[in-house]
């Protein structure tokens, strides 16, 4: 059969997390993690960072201690946060309230592992109450289990979370050892089993597949949404072995043409600032892939005046790049010159330790695509380069010349880890998920086999129209003649399959 292949390392799934990662997280320079999955600020100094949440004893307001968390008890400021983030979110708050009655989700066991900030916490509330129906974990009020790893935590979001219900394991600055622990803590509850999964990036799918195979025969269907998640689902597809019907939400319209364009155009810029203070106006810089994401930050870098340099593995996407008036090149070609070097491609090892030798005193480093596989920052740990800390974030990485390099959140979602993402986008993401979370639970026997599908376009445009509202925009309909002309139903669908 086969060969299934995983992350860098295989360890990840036969290695059980130890003691020795339980360390403290106010690192040295010198110290700094080699495979960190905290997208996160990990350079705090406040004493909390003394004792891993792993060793801590806390209680919620409402008695529970099934969660874990850094500081409980900066969740009332998260729970303000996410109201502020609802008043950007009235779509998914509509389906919240549509929802109420039907309860579609009745007798669902969602586990999920996705970035934890206030706008996903949103949604993780929408689960996180009884409205949908859904069963609960025994003794708790919630069936979600949120952790974060090779994503950003937003920790009073997060701890907002808990007091809503929501089992939340995650904190800022995890560890690789504490990343598996929090999955594993999740997955493995006495009493209660998941039957739906809800993923980004696709390693709480394969840790349930690698180490509880016989719960992954019960899951009734995984939403995950994105590119690399994706990527593993289709190879188990291809291998046989995805037992499971799993829901494609990366390729749906409304993931890929808000989430992944205008939510990167606008956050691109926003990490670069808060981290660098750099002015673009002039700068050469190269962004590696030009997909959805890679054409939102060179759209918003061109419009600041950047000189904008993009590779591409796809002829398809080369050829929109150099219509939309960028150069296309091989990384190698202007290695040396450019000034900033933004990763977007959902591959591993894009910036290669060569690459890296290679770039002038000062250049910025970024990855604004998959986890912290793009850029080789493992690397980087050798005896002969020095890191050191420049604010939280920011490392210069010292070569023996003199010639320094700027690292951007060691090689993690530079939107996620430096910065915000704009409320609005993830509404639309996040309703997705949820529909394509109720599709797959409620469907009939035999609609959705053991494959991967793209969510239906029907509630595709069904997102998008839940969103319109908010512009007050004012859909045209067509008549009856009209759509007999061209052959669709007056109420949609009105993009066929493969678009």
């Avoid at 309860?103 to 996180?128: D, E, M, N, R």
């Avoid at 950003?152 to 394991?169: E, I, K, M, P, Y």
């Avoid at 991967?452 to 509202?469: F, I």
Wanted: glycine share 8%; proline share 3%; with cysteine.
């Amino acid at each position: 059969s086969q060969q299934i292949q995983f992350a860098d390392d295989m360890q990840e799934f036969t290695k059980f997390p130890t003691k020795t990662g339980r360390r403290s997280l106010s690192r040295s320079i010198s110290q700094s993690s080699t495979d960190s999955y905290s997208s996160a600020a990990s350079y705090t100094d406040s004493s909390d960072d003394e004792v891993s949440p792993r060793e801590k004893q806390q209680t919620n307001s409402k008695g529970s201690s099934n969660f874990c968390v850094k500081n409980i008890k900066q969740a009332e400021f998260g729970r303000r946060e996410i109201e502020i983030a609802e008043q950007d979110m009235s779509a998914l708050i509509s389906l919240r309230k549509r929802a109420q009655g039907e309860k579609p989700l009745a007798g669902a066991k969602i586990v999920g592992c996705t970035h934890i900030t206030a706008q996903t916490a949103v949604s993780g509330c929408l689960f996180g109450g009884p409205g949908l129906g859904h069963q609960l974990f025994p003794g708790e009020e919630s069936p979600l289990s949120l952790w974060s790893g090779s994503r950003s935590v937003q920790q009073n979001s997060r701890d907002a979370l808990v007091l809503s219900g929501v089992a939340v394991f995650a904190w800022k600055g995890e560890s690789e050892d504490d990343f598996w622990w929090c999955i594993d803590r999740c997955v493995n509850v006495d009493g209660w089993q998941a039957n739906m999964i809800l993923d980004d990036g696709g390693d709480l799918t394969h840790w349930v597949y690698k180490k509880y195979p016989s719960v992954f025969k019960k899951i009734r269907g995984i939403v995950e949404e994105s590119v690399t998640g994706v990527h593993r689902l289709y190879q188990l597809s291809k291998a046989g072995k995805l037992c499971v019907p799993a829901m494609n939400v990366n390729d749906s319209v409304t993931k890929q043409k808000f989430d992944n364009l205008y939510c990167c155009r606008e956050s691109i810029l926003d990490g670069l600032k808060r981290t660098t203070d750099v002015m673009f106006g002039g700068k050469q810089v190269v962004v590696c892939g030009y997909g959805e994401v890679g054409k939102g930050c060179c759209a918003a870098l061109k419009a600041l005046g950047a000189i904008v340099y993009v590779t591409e593995i796809d002829p398809i996407c080369a050829l929109q790049a150099c219509m939309d008036g960028f150069r296309v090149v091989k990384l190698s070609e202007v290695i040396r010159q450019v000034d900033v070097v933004i990763t977007c491609t959902g591959n591993k090892n894009v910036v290669t330790r060569e690459h890296l030798d290679r770039m002038k005193n000062s250049c910025i480093v970024c990855n604004m695509g998959h986890s912290n596989t793009e850029i080789d920052v493992t690397s980087l740990r050798t005896p002969e380069l020095t890191w050191e800390r420049v604010r939280s974030q920011v490392d210069h990485v010292i070569w023996p010349d003199g010639k320094r390099v700027v690292l951007l959140a060691e090689g993690r979602l530079l939107n996620l880890s430096c910065s915000t993402v704009p409320t609005f986008v993830l509404s639309i993401t996040a309703t997705t998920q949820a529909l394509a979370l109720i599709e797959l639970y409620n469907a009939p026997e035999g609609r959705y086999k053991q494959d991967v599908y793209l969510l239906p376009k029907k509630m595709d445009e069904y997102v998008a129209s839940l969103h319109l509202p908010s512009f007050d925009a004012h859909l045209t309909e067509l008549t009856d003649d009209q759509a007999k002309y061209l052959g669709l139903n007056k109420n949609g669908p009105f993009k066929p399959n493969y678009y």
